[in-house]
């Protein structure tokens, strides 16, 4: 009987650690992100991004996410965000031969609040997502999904700053809890036009729970023609 209970928990133990191999949760992933805004008027904006997202820190790729967007600036506390996105996703850790991605098209609208407390910053961001997934497996569909997002600032000095922020994302279908982002890290300010932050998140779905290094780039430009000094 013993010998029977002993090798029970040996089969549960090695599925246990099959099934986390498989979905590669015990592995650090990363993500390399670069985000871009770029002025086109005074109240106009367009803002585009690169994510490439591995399920392990240098190798085994997960999702390719393109996202752009026209950003209309209420004023410079308020924005409110047009886009689209394409992400293309391999689903499983493994990859077996022949396996295609799952491709989604994304369209969302979005509302970005900032405010402060002293030299603490806040930012809201309040997103609806139409998701149109072509699955190679279990076809097209299409879902709905809103996203709340709450980032916190915090300047060491005029170049580096500490930042985190949390975001929950709630399925308008089936299953409402979707997952949960947590991400802290340490940001450097280039210039006033180019920063970096560099970190961890933490990504829970229903079921598994993620670790990622995160690198993110941020650069703004203007595209506005400079009036020229008229003598």
């Known amino acids: 009987m013993k010998k029977i209970f002993l090798a029970l928990i040996l089969v549960a133990t090695t599925a246990s650690t099959v ?41 085994n790729f997960n999702q390719l996410l393109l996202r ?30 022949g396996e295609e991605n799952v491709a989604e098209h994304r369209i969302y609208q979005q509302f970005v609040l900032r405010n402060s ?13 139409q998701r149109f997934i072509d699955n190679p ?24 700053f500490l930042t985190a922020y949390d975001e929950i994302f709630i399925n308008l279908q089936d299953d409402f809890f979707g997952q949960n982002r947590l991400f802290g890290a340490v940001g450097y300010n280039f210039s ?15 079921v598994n729970t993620f670790d990622r290094f995160q690198i993110g780039f941020f650069v703004k430009t203007d595209l506005r023609k400079k009036k020229e000094d008229v003598d």
């Open 19 to 59: 099934h986390s191999q498989n979905n590669g949760e015990s592995s650090l992933g990363a993500w390399y992100m670069l985000f871009t805004t770029n002025q086109v008027s005074e109240k106009l904006s367009i803002h585009a991004e690169v994510q490439y997202r591995n399920y392990e820190f240098a190798d």
């Open 117 to 129: 407390l002293g030299k603490l910053k806040f930012s809201h961001r309040y997103r609806l997502e």
């Open 137 to 160: 497996l279990s076809g097209n569909d299409t879902q709905h999904r809103a996203r709340y997002f709450l980032r916190l600032t915090y300047p060491l000095s005029d170049k580096w």
């Open 68 to 97: 752009t967007g026209l950003n209309y600036h209420i004023s410079d506390k308020a924005m409110a965000t047009f886009g689209y996105a394409y992400i293309s996703t391999d689903p499983t850790f493994e990859d077996p031969d």
């Open 192 to 206: 006033k036009n180019l920063s970096t932050q560099v970190g961890y998140l933490k990504n829970d779905f229903n």
